[in-house]
């Protein structure tokens, strides 16, 4: 069993920056794959970014590529979400994904963190 807990949401002006966390706890969590989704009332979750294991295979989605930084502390089980230049439309509840080595999709998933972009 994985438990995945985020943390670092809030209200922040329009312009400014936000780090996300992520703390990861079970068993057999190595070689695993992270990412981080987000998702507003009324619409579907949406992919924000994803990390490999070892921090070499990084993605992200078109819409906050260059303003994002996904990152990874192995030797603590975190994953980070650096957001920078936000913008109001960056406003919903994001979520971290893990996906087990091996496997073929997201199984774990934590309870959200709100992140709030006031104009």
């Known amino acids: 069993q994985v438990t995945l807990v985020e943390s670092g949401g809030g209200l922040v002006a329009a312009g400014k920056s936000l780090r996300l966390s992520c703390a990861a706890s079970g068993r057999a969590l190595d070689g695993n794959t992270m990412g981080w989704w987000r998702q507003t009332p009324g619409k579907e979750r949406e992919f924000v970014a994803r990390?490999?294991?070892?921090?070499?295979?990084?993605q992200y989605a078109d819409a906050i590529k260059d303003r994002f930084a996904i990152t990874r502390d192995n030797t603590k089980n975190m994953l980070y979400l650096g957001m920078f230049s936000l913008r109001p439309e960056d406003t919903a509840v994001y979520y971290c994904a893990m996906k087990l080595a091996g496997r073929d999709r997201y199984e774990y998933w934590g309870q959200g963190t709100q992140v709030t972009v006031s104009s």
């Open positions: 990390i490999s294991w070892s921090g070499d295979v990084v």
